[in-house]
C-alpha cells in the first residue's frame, strides 16, 4: 500500500496537454447558456440570482482543465462550497451543474500525482460543506460518490491508454531507427568499405600499375555513385511531405555481381543451387545484405585472405546462404565482443524466422552460415 501510495504521489503529468481550443470555447458558451436557461425556467430557485451568478461564472475555468486541473478543480469546488456557506446549504441545486464532472475527470487524466491527491481532497471537503449544511439523503449520497469516482476511474483508464500508446509509438521509433540503422549498414557502409579498399590497392599499385590505378579510381567512382543513389533514396523516404520514391529491392542476380577473379583484393566466387524465382521479396533482400556485408567484412578483416566463396542453395523449405574465407585466423579475437554488422545480420535473419551464425573455421578464415524460410515469415 506505501508502494502504491508513493508511486502515486510521484506520478509525473503525462505529455500532449494542449491549451483551449476553439471547442474549449463552444463548451462554455453551450455551459454558461444552460445556466441562464435553466435560471429563467425555474423562477422559484432558492438564491436563484446568487446561484445562476457562481454557476455562469465559474463555466470559464473549463478552459483550463487541462493545463491547470488543480487549480480549476479548487476554483469550481471551492466556489460551490462558498455558495453553500454563504446560503447556508439553502441555496438550489441546479442540473447545470453537471459540467463539475468534467472536472475531476480532467484532474486524474491530465494532473500529476500530488494534484491528484490535492484536488480530492478538495472535492472531499466541498462535498463535506454539502453534507453538514445540506443534509442530502443516503440515496443521493451515494449516486453522488458513484458518480465522482465513474468520472475518475475514467479519466485514469484514458490516462493508461494514453501512456501505453505513448509506449508503443516509443518503441515503434526504436524500431525504425534500429531498421535505419541496420540498412545504413548494410548499404551505404558496404559502399564506403569498397571504396576504401580500393583506393588502399591503387595507392600500393599507383606507382608501378597506372592502369590498375585508374581501375580502382572507376569501381571508386561507380561505388559512390551507388551511395550516393541509395543515400538519397533513405532521404526521401524519410521526408513526411510527399511519398516516397523507394529503389527496387534487390534480386538473386545480384549475389553474381559480387563475383571478383581480376584485380586488387581476394577473388570472390558465386554459386547459387536450387530454385529461387519464387522467393519472397523480403528473403531475397535479406540474402543479398547477409551475402554483401559477408563479403565485405571478409575483405575488411580477413587477414592474408586470397579466396571467397559464396554459396547459395535452395529447397522446398528454405535457402541456405554459407560464405567463406581462406584467411589466416578468424575475423574477431574470441574475446572481442562482435560488431554492428554481426548483430545486423543475425537481427535480420531472426526477423525473418531465420538464423545467422558466423564464426571462425578449424583451419583459418571465417564463415557465416544464415538459413532463411523461402516464406519469409517466423514458423
Do not use: K
Not at 34 to 40: S, V
Not at 92 to 97: I, K, P, R, S, V
Not at 228 to 254: F, K, N, Q
Request: glycine share 10%; proline share 6%; aromatic share 4%.
Amino acid at each position: 500500500m506505501h508502494g502504491f501510495l508513493r508511486s502515486l504521489w510521484d506520478e509525473p503529468r503525462p505529455p500532449g496537454m494542449r491549451g483551449p481550443a476553439w471547442w474549449d470555447g463552444v463548451l462554455v458558451v453551450v455551459c454558461a447558456s444552460a445556466a441562464l436557461a435553466e435560471g429563467a425556467l425555474r423562477p422559484g430557485l432558492p438564491w436563484l440570482f446568487l446561484t445562476v451568478a457562481v454557476v455562469t461564472g465559474l463555466a470559464p475555468a473549463l478552459l483550463w482543465r487541462r493545463t491547470h486541473p488543480l487549480a480549476v478543480v479548487a476554483a469550481v469546488f471551492g466556489g460551490a462550497a462558498a455558495l453553500t456557506l454563504v446560503t447556508g446549504g439553502e441555496a438550489g441545486e441546479m442540473y447545470t451543474t453537471v459540467y463539475f464532472l468534467a472536472l475531476p475527470y480532467a484532474l486524474v487524466r491530465w494532473g500529476s500525482g500530488r494534484q491528484i491527491v490535492a484536488g480530492s481532497a478538495i472535492v472531499l471537503l466541498s462535498s463535506s460543506v454539502d453534507l453538514v449544511l445540506g443534509a442530502p439523503e443516503a440515496a443521493d449520497l451515494v449516486g453522488g460518490v458513484a458518480v465522482l469516482f465513474a468520472t475518475g476511474a475514467l479519466g485514469a483508464a484514458l490516462r493508461y491508454r494514453g501512456r501505453a500508446r505513448a509506449r508503443e509509438i516509443d518503441r515503434a521509433r526504436l524500431l525504425e531507427r534500429e531498421h535505419i540503422a541496420r540498412e545504413l549498414h548494410d548499404t551505404i557502409a558496404h559502399h564506403v568499405s569498397a571504396m576504401a579498399i580500393r583506393a588502399q590497392a591503387g595507392q600500393a599499385v599507383a606507382q608501378t600499375r597506372p592502369e590498375a590505378a585508374v581501375e580502382a579510381l572507376e569501381v571508386i567512382e561507380s561505388e559512390a555513385s551507388r551511395a550516393l543513389g541509395e543515400m538519397r533514396t533513405m532521404v526521401r523516404a524519410l521526408r513526411r511531405d510527399g511519398p516516397a520514391e523507394r529503389a527496387p529491392s534487390p534480386h538473386i542476380g545480384e549475389l553474381e555481381e559480387l563475383a571478383c577473379r581480376s584485380g586488387p583484393g581476394p577473388v570472390v566466387e558465386v554459386e547459387i543451387d536450387g530454385e529461387l524465382d519464387e522467393l519472397a521479396p523480403a528473403v531475397t533482400a535479406a540474402l543479398h545484405r547477409l551475402a554483401r556485408e559477408s563479403v565485405t567484412n571478409a575483405r575488411r578483416h580477413a587477414r592474408d585472405v586470397g579466396l571467397i566463396r559464396v554459396r547459395v542453395d535452395a529447397d522446398d523449405t528454405s535457402v541456405r546462404l554459407r560464405v567463406g574465407d581462406d584467411g589466416a585466423g578468424g575475423l574477431l579475437r574470441p574475446s572481442a565482443p562482435p560488431g554492428y554488422g554481426l548483430i545486423g545480420m543475425a537481427e535480420r535473419a531472426e526477423l525473418l524466422g531465420g538464423t545467422c551464425e558466423a564464426a571462425p573455421n578449424p583451419d583459418g578464415g571465417w564463415t557465416v552460415t544464415a538459413v532463411l524460410p523461402r516464406s519469409g515469415a517466423p514458423a
